[in-house]
């Protein structure tokens, strides 16, 4: 919880007491939080009004954007839902912009979650709602917990929410996955351990939704994959690196330009070159890459003759 001078005052007045101090707002995520929302977004802690909601047009508009999220990640809302549905709690998944595409609450439940318009079709982002689970997750692009008057509104401290950020195949992130809970009595630590069940719900995700992109391809585990997020590599037929996931190129310093250079699997899996399957047809696609299809250039790269260079690329079924 933010510690910050007057505790007994109003919510109002401890947000904007910890906005105004620059110790808070440069040592406390959630005064940092605070700030966006009343300076950036121009909010007001203690207004009164209901989340913004967009019209049936606009959400049917963003669910096919975001079908395949959507799709995929069904399984796993489900899964929460009914671990945590009993409890108090409500479980949503948003896109990047904080609006809800789908949510699952119990019928007891509805009227609290409704008064806070935590429901299907309402924007939870920053801009909206100032500090929150969805919002602040979304900002920030880290899983967040944001216990009670933790929250910029002072409508909102009620409840606890829990967010974490789902990345597509490409390292963009996709949505947020959120757990809330309208429960008065939830202690902060029992908060935390909803994030982190969250957090490692939305890896599931990620990871479900990298391998349905890479369908055919080998998938493997690099570097840094755990608790830090979802590390993997898709390999095709060669070992060339096809694809990975946002914490892969982290780790291992891949770059759209770099995967596009059809690079070997090998070196960044601690493996000599040659190791692998397919080496020369693996060679000649990197060649050809680099070269962005000339084939003239791509065999001086090799050191072999043109008419060498299109006969390796007939034996091994490439064009040029």
């Keep these: 919880m933010l510690s910050v001078p007057g505790r007994g005052r109003s919510h109002a007045d401890r947000v904007a007491e910890a906005v105004n101090s620059k110790v808070c707002a440069a040592t406390s995520g959630i005064a940092a939080s605070w700030r966006r929302s009343m300076v950036y977004h121009g909010l007001d802690p203690a ?12 959400l049917r508009q963003a669910r096919e954007r975001s079908q395949d999220l ?14 945590l549905g009993s409890s108090g709690c409500s479980v949503a998944l948003t896109d990047t912009d904080g609006l809800i595409l789908e949510a699952r609450r119990a019928a007891g439940d509805a009227r609290d979650f409704d008064s ?21 997750c979304a900002a920030e692009r880290r899983a967040v917990v944001i216990h009670q ?25 996709a949505g947020v996955l959120d757990v809330s809970s309208c429960r008065r009595d939830l202690e902060l630590p029992y908060a935390q351990m909803l994030g982190l069940i969250v957090a ?6 990620e990871s479900d939704l990298f391998r349905s992109a890479f369908h055919g391809c080998r998938i493997v585990v690099a570097e840094g994959h755990g608790t830090a997020g979802v590390s993997l590599l898709a390999l095709d037929k060669d070992d060339v690196i096809v694809g990975a996931t946002r914490q892969a190129r982290k780790a291992l310093d891949l770059t759209d330009a770099l995967l596009a250079a059809a690079p070997s699997a090998a070196p960044y899996l601690g493996e000599q070159e040659g190791e692998g399957r397919g080496t020369e047809r693996a060679a000649l696609r990197r060649a050809l890459a680099r070269a962005q299809g ?3 250039a791509a065999a001086r790269d090799l050191g072999i003759s043109r008419a060498t260079m299109y006969r390796k690329m007939a034996q091994h079924g490439l064009s040029d």
């Design 47 to 58: 207004s009164r009004r209901s989340a913004h909601r967009v019209e049936d047009g606009s």
């Design 70 to 83: 959507i799709r995929i990640a069904m399984p796993t809302l489900e899964r929460l839902y009914s671990t």
């Design 116 to 136: 806070w318009g935590l429901a299907t079709g309402a924007v939870w982002s920053e801009a909206m709602e100032g500090t929150n689970g969805i919002g602040t």
């Design 149 to 173: 008057d933790q929250h910029f509104r002072t409508d909102n401290i009620a409840m606890s929410c829990m967010g974490a950020p789902i990345f597509d195949p490409t390292g963009q992130m």
């Design 200 to 205: 490692e719900s939305a890896r599931a995700v």
């Design 294 to 296: 000339n084939v003239s």
